[in-house]
Every structure is written in C-alpha cells, then in structure tokens.
C-alpha cells in the first residue's frame, strides 16, 4: 500500500490476547475525570518499523489520534511526506481503539482533536537506530510555512517531548514528564 | 379544626419530595440532546444528560438532567479564548431559578466545545443527592 502504512479497523473493547497482540505498542488517552487534564501515555515512543501502535481511550473522555497532515483539516505536515496520515475519529467509550502500522521512517506526531488546543499531542520516532544526526529525524519547523495550514497552538508545540529524548529513552510517559 | 390541620400537614409531607428533588420539566422543542448532536454519549458521569440550543453554543445554557430525569444543572461552558477578548455573555436562559450551589471548573475541551474552557454549573438541587454518577 502507497506509503507503507497498514490501517487496521477500527475496535471496540478489549482485544483477546493472541501471538500478534504480543506485538503491539499501547499508547493510553488518558483524562482525569472532571476532563481538566488531558494526555497520551506514553507522549514520546520510538518503534521500528512495521510496528504495530494501538490507542486505547480510558474512557474518561472522548479523544482522537489524528495525524498532523494537510488531509486532517489542513494541519501542518509533521509526518514523513511518503507516509499515509490516519484518523482514528471520535474514539467515545472506554476501551476504544485504533491501531496503525508504521513503516516509513521518520518522526510523526499526532494530535487530539478535542484538545489539541490544551496541548494533547504526541510524537512516534519510527527509526532502526538511535542516531540524531540521520536525514530523516530532522525536527518540524514550529511554523507550518504554508499559508493554507493552521498554525499550531502554544500548547501543542510546548508539549512535544524532544527528538534526543525519545531516542535516549525509548519511552517518554505522558504523566511523569 | 384538628382534622384540617392534619390534613393539610399530611398534603405538606406529600408534597415535600417534590420541591427537594427539583424540577423534572424537560426542556422545549428548541433543545436538542447534544450526544446526538456531537460525539459524545448520552450520559456523562458528573454531570448527567445534556441538552442545549443549539443556536447558543458554545456557552449554552447546557441543562442536566440526571438518571431520574430531575433538571439537576445548568451549565455555561466559557472558552478561555472569549475570557481573554473580554467577550461578554448576557442574558443567558437558566433552566430553573432556584440555584442551591455553584461550581466552576476548569475542561480541556471535548466534542461541541474543542477549546480549552470553563464550566459554570449552577446545581438546582444538592449536587449530593443528584444522581449523575
């Protein structure tokens, strides 16, 4: 498929475990209960490629797991130009889930539609080493550079975790940064 | 004498629950559910179900109904953006004018309102006793 990105289904409840589940990387939408704050656990991930990466909603609040791309309502692009941009949509009840595969190298980050304006995002390092200097890490411009995309809030560019981070971590938390 | 005492004391204890469980009318047709308006469910713990006028969102009034279908609250939802313009919100509808507590808390944003905001919440019965949970 263009792009090498394998979307899978949209799911609802939980998976039985089997030998692929063993394989995928969890990222939790988390919210306190009175919807006050907001994160996705963990905010900082690096995985190689053809990982499969699932995000699950804890059902404390209504979240998406949206790519910064043109497609997604004219957001900046802030993945690999060869990858294909996804959506989970509203993902409503607890244990909601959507899942990609990424296999293009390179740094996505990605939003929460509801709250990208108080800071929702998260960052996925899709890389076979943990070298900084390689061509495809190089980090996004804070401003899009293209007149028609949304620039992005204050919130959104504080809070994603940095490139040296991620690749000397692995594993950034979104609740203990 | 004593018989319409008691009668009437007796009227007063049945009608006691009524006034302390708050109003249940629903509110008119220009109300909308907002789970079938946005994405989210039909019940939302803390607060109950919701309905709003469309034509006065963001800020609503947003009215709470709980389980038991009592009007429990009514709720204003202010985005943090029109606080720093200085917007000014007047006249707003309430859904009952007896108002027993009031709590004002902060959102992230959610589904009809993907801002950061305020909720204004004005409780029409004790915010312990509604069932919204």
């Known amino acids: ?177 | 004498m004593k018989k319409i005492i008691a009668i009437c004391a007796t009227l007063l204890v049945l009608t006691l629950p009524a006034f302390a469980a708050g109003p249940k009318k629903m509110p008119d047709a220009s109300y909308k559910k907002v789970s079938e308006l946005v994405a989210l469910p039909d019940f939302l713990p803390g607060m109950g179900t919701l309905y709003v006028n469309p034509s006065t969102l963001p800020v609503g009034p947003f009215l709470a109904y709980d389980r038991k279908g009592t009007l429990v609250s009514t709720i204003y939802m202010v985005p943090l953006s029109d606080m720093e313009k200085h917007t000014a919100f007047t006249g707003l509808a309430t859904g009952s004018n007896q108002v027993k507590k009031v709590d004002i808390t902060f959102n992230a944003g959610h589904p009809g309102v993907e801002s950061p905001h305020y909720h204004v919440t004005l409780w029409h019965v004790n915010p312990e006793s509604a069932m919204v949970k």
């Open chain 1, 1 to 177: 498929m263009a792009g090498g990105l394998w979307l899978a289904s949209l799911t609802l409840g939980r998976f039985c475990l089997s030998a692929e589940d063993e394989d995928v990387v969890e990222i939790s939408m988390r919210s306190t209960e009175d919807g006050s704050i907001v994160t996705f656990d963990p905010i900082g991930l690096l995985v190689r490629p053809g990982q499969r990466i699932r995000w699950v909603n804890d059902g404390n609040n209504v979240h998406t797991a949206t790519a910064y791309h043109p497609k997604n309502d004219n957001h900046a692009l802030r993945i690999p130009a060869a990858a294909v941009p996804w959506d989970s949509g509203y993902l409503v009840n607890p244990g909601d889930s959507f899942e990609v595969r990424l296999t293009v190298e390179g740094i996505y980050d990605y939003y929460c539609i509801p709250h990208e304006m108080s800071g929702m995002v998260g960052r996925i390092i899709v890389s076979t080493s943990r070298d900084y200097n390689q061509a495809s890490l190089k980090p996004y411009p804070d401003s899009p550079g293209v007149e028609e995309w949304s620039p992005l809030p204050d919130a959104a560019l504080r809070n994603f975790p940095p490139i040296p981070a991620i690749l000397e971590r692995g594993r950034i938390g979104g609740s203990n940064r």
